[in-house]
């Protein structure tokens, strides 16, 4: 009996090793080139495109600082209803806005002001002819009764 050596086909000759002097076919570069391109082109919506991440993280940070100023002004707002409120139903409020932002008094009521004392560097108050000498009067505006 004779043998015969046949070339066994083994793996190395079907996936060639890479590091040896044999380079892939053509078609396996190219396909993977091809199939890189096709990655890229979808990743690109993904990414950058209408709908993408960089386009949502945006839209929630917009959101974010939307709803901080929403909160800001629903404060805001609570505050201008409840004096709403409050002017609607009470002359309370009516008459402390009329004594604190007019100036107003009541027909029986003296009003007297106390002004602050001077700082230091100031000028002093106006020396008024009337008063006694060395002494500084302001002055202050008084509702007489009649």
């Known amino acids: 009996m004779t043998l015969r050596l046949t070339r066994a086909v083994t793996r190395s000759t079907i996936f060639p090793d890479l590091s040896g002097n044999r380079r892939p076919p ?79 008094v009541k027909h029986d009521e003296v009003f007297v002001q106390i002004p602050d004392r001077p700082r230091a560097g100031s000028a002093p108050a106006p020396v008024l002819k009337d008063a006694p000498a060395g002494t500084a009067a302001a002055p202050a505006r008084a509702a007489r009764k009649p």
């Open 26 to 104: 053509r078609t396996v570069r190219w396909l993977a080139v091809a199939l890189l391109v096709v990655l890229a082109l979808l990743q690109h919506p993904l990414w950058i495109g209408k709908g993408g991440w960089l386009r949502v993280w945006d839209v929630d940070r917009q959101l974010q600082q939307q709803k901080e100023i929403n909160r800001a002004l629903e404060m805001r707002n609570a505050g201008l209803d409840a004096e709403a409120r409050d002017l609607k139903q009470g002359y309370d409020a009516i008459e402390e806005r009329a004594r604190f932002e007019l100036g107003m």
